[in-house]
């Protein structure tokens, strides 16, 4: 009887967040193919306890260890010993033990890994598939970070994970059956670079739940005032949120502002960084921090920005809002990957102008803006299921559903 051992870098649950979002629903697929085997990490005791409550009756079996490798630390060792320091900071010796052990008790048939940073813990030599959804290639957004920032040591500490960590995909992707991305962007690059072809790189987009993320619900009042509203949602001490958010509420929000002066900005999501705390100084702002719920701030906006420089993949904040009948104004950046077309599902631009223009111009027509809501939604429904999304992980395990 088929089982599998599913290899995740945070436990799913909650799914709250874009990683642990893509994980559960993945998760999920995979129980109704077989039995599954979680071995997982988590960022905190209380992140931990929470995943197992939900998770342990649902598996085969389950084992969570809390993360404890320091920044700092993980660097001087991946130094050391020339690896990446993404696979130092999630590295357990424990949860390798743990891992040995299942593959040793001969049960374990199918392997999916999820996130590049699980593939340490892959045996070197098993029998049967191994699928390795590597979700983004995190190689290519070091390089990014390392042209951005030419300040020493962080540009050289950024070039060094690009490298490195581009030869270490490279070599896991050469074992895996297949590997999958995100989006046919990500899948398309990392053909490129590894040389493998679409039989052993393939792209399975994320989903929506759109019965979760459905705006007839009723939901709590929030984020009143009397200017019209723009939310942005996200993890809010992840590099590219917080480049996003000081771009729009330094140089954005004052352009809107100039044509709707009581225009409001909400930043909602947890872990706000000191620097995205300081941005509620500026006129208009609010940062929320954690919420125990997106959806009402969501409900809330009269529009919903997504003006990241830097994005891989596909953005689920996107999705959560176009199901919610959100209209949305994303750079270019936010919006690649997404199937739907800019002006009639959301409005895209690239620059401090251009974004400010796209959101005046929601702000001032509302039958349009409720328009290309309903456009959005609609797109949602019938694309991005997590279903339809997932299906092709039968066929790749060789796995009934």
């Not at 906006?301 to 891989?312: F, G, H, K, S, T």
């Not at 959005?376 to 299906?391: E, F, K, P």
């Amino acid at each position: 009887m088929p089982e599998i051992l599913f290899l995740v870098h945070r436990a799913p649950w909650p799914p709250d967040r874009g990683d642990r979002i893509r994980s559960w629903h993945m998760f999920e697929a995979l129980a109704k193919l077989a039995p599954v085997h979680v071995a997982a990490l988590a960022d905190n005791a209380a992140d931990a306890e929470m995943a197992r409550e939900k998770m342990a009756p649902l598996c085969k079996s389950l084992c969570i260890e809390v993360r404890k490798a320091s920044r700092p630390f993980a660097l001087a060792q991946a130094v050391l010993r020339g690896e990446p320091v993404s696979n130092r900071l999630f590295r357990s010796t424990a949860l390798a033990r743990h891992v040995e052990t299942l593959i040793a008790g001969g049960s374990i048939t199918h392997i999916v890994a999820f996130s590049g940073q699980m593939a340490q813990y892959l045996p070197t030599r098993f029998d049967g598939p191994v699928i390795m959804d590597f979700v983004d290639v995190d190689s290519a957004k070091f390089a990014t970070y390392a042209a951005q920032d030419r300040r020493q040591p962080l540009h050289w500490v950024h070039a060094r994970e690009a490298r490195v960590l581009a030869d270490y995909e490279a070599e896991i992707a050469a074992r895996a059956d297949a590997s999958l991305f995100v989006s046919a962007a990500e899948a398309t690059l990392f053909r490129a670079r590894s040389g493998l072809d679409e039989d052993r790189v393939r792209a399975v987009e994320n989903g929506i739940d759109t019965e979760k993320f459905d705006p007839a619900q009723a939901f709590e009042p929030v984020g009143q005032g009397d200017g019209p509203l723009a939310v942005f949602t996200g993890q809010m001490d992840y590099r590219p949120n917080i480049d996003a958010v000081r771009w729009f509420a330094r140089d954005i929000l004052p352009l809107v502002r100039a044509a709707h002066p009581a225009a409001r900005f909400a930043i909602v999501g947890r872990a706000p960084t000191d620097e995205v705390r300081a941005l509620a100084d500026l006129p208009g702002v609010t940062v929320t921090g954690e919420v125990p719920d997106v959806r009402p701030w969501l409900a809330a906006a009269d529009a919903v920005i997504a003006p990241l420089l830097l994005a891989r993949g596909i953005q689920n904040k996107l999705l959560e809002a176009m199901a919610m009948a959100r209209p949305v104004v994303a750079s270019a950046a936010a919006a690649e990957g997404i199937d739907a077309a800019p002006g009639e599902h959301l409005l895209v631009a690239d620059d401090a102008p251009g974004l400010a223009a796209a959101l005046c111009a929601l702000f001032d027509d509302k039958a349009r803006a409720a328009a290309m809501g309903r456009a959005a939604r609609a797109r949602m429904i019938a694309r991005y299921g997590w279903d339809a999304r997932l299906a092709p992980l039968g066929e790749l395990l060789g796995l009934a559903a």
